[in-house]
């Protein structure tokens, strides 16, 4: 009796009736007073879609399929708000076998519930973000050589839950002719000289071989020693943006094409006029000497 009223837990014996006697820690949890709650039936301060489960429980430890039930439900608190509980119940019998009653533990998780839906809601926006923006995530385990990755990831990457995650099978997805160069970079620049994964290059895609481009970032943790740990990071698919870039300075060729043959046109045009203006001068000089020679001899 000591240890039921003065547990920090909400405890409760609850009759084969499912009427109610509780200690003060679980009136303190839904706001009730002890004499609001002696004798209240179990269901009247259950949430509605919780009775269903909370019966199966009930019915699984008066058949004797299993000795204890925990699960979690959420209670009705008297200000009608609801309180996630867990919820440890065992159902004592007597030495005939008579039932007697269902001796309860009851722990508020409402907080741990509602971070846990935070979370799960984080993770959510998360997951639709890269969706939407088609950014994969990942974390290699430097010293497990293994790596995990997103749904978004392995998209990109054409593979399947059965891929061989290590950095031997990231350098197979490399295109065949960067993988010597992005092995290097790995080695070289990521790890010895501790600088950050940033990175564009060339993958094959397992399922179909089709070449993307692709842009990786990361950054790496070493432990006190110096060695790499572990690299969290992204990978983008940006094959549309390289196709436009490849357009882009294909036309800007093109164009600087286009202005240099003008240019040595008009520049030959000038050549021609200069030459022709030349004759022109010449021309009118000779005409000017031989109207002042007429003058002259018109004179004399």
């Known amino acids: 009796r000591s240890i039921f009223e003065h547990s920090p837990l909400g405890k409760s014996m609850t009759g084969t009736d499912g009427s109610l006697t509780v200690n003060q820690a679980f009136c303190n949890m839904l706001g009730y007073s002890r004499d609001e709650l002696l004798n209240t039936h179990w269901k009247d301060i259950t949430h509605p879609e919780d009775i269903e489960l909370s019966e199966e429980m009930v019915q699984s430890l008066i058949k004797g399929e299993i000795d204890k039930a925990s699960y979690e439900k959420r ?28 001796i309860t533990s009851v722990k508020d998780i409402s907080i741990r519930r509602m971070v846990e839906d935070r979370l799960k809601q984080s993770n959510y926006l998360l997951e639709e973000s890269q969706k939407l923006a088609q950014l994969g ?3 290699l385990d430097f010293k497990q050589d293994v790596w995990q990755s997103s749904e978004v990831m392995d998209q990109i990457f054409g593979i399947d839950m059965d891929f061989e995650r290590n950095i031997a099978g990231w350098l ?22 501790k600088k950050s994964f ?18 990786g970032k990361g950054k790496v943790d070493f432990d006190l020693q110096g060695h790499p740990e572990t690299m969290i990071g992204t990978i983008q698919d940006i094959s549309d943006r390289k196709a436009k870039d490849s357009k882009l300075q294909e036309y800007h060729e093109n164009l600087e ?3 240099k043959e003008r240019t040595k046109s008009l520049e030959e045009k000038n050549r021609e006029l200069d030459s022709a203006m030349k004759v022109f001068v010449g021309r009118e000089m000779t005409i000017r000497k031989l109207q002042e020679r007429i003058k002259t001899l018109e004179s004399k």
């Open 137 to 139: 995530s990942y974390i």
């Open 257 to 259: 094409k286009m202005v």
């Open 75 to 102: 209670y009705i608190h008297k200000n009608g708000s609801f309180i996630w509980a867990e919820i440890t119940t065992s159902l004592l019998k007597s030495d005939t076998g008579d039932l007697l009653f269902f």
């Open 172 to 193: 197979q997805l490399v295109h065949e002719d960067d993988q010597r160069m992005m092995e290097k970079y790995l080695r070289e620049e990521v790890i010895a000289n």
């Open 198 to 215: 940033d990175k564009e290059y060339r993958i094959r895609k397992m399922d179909n071989k089709e070449m993307r481009w692709v842009y």
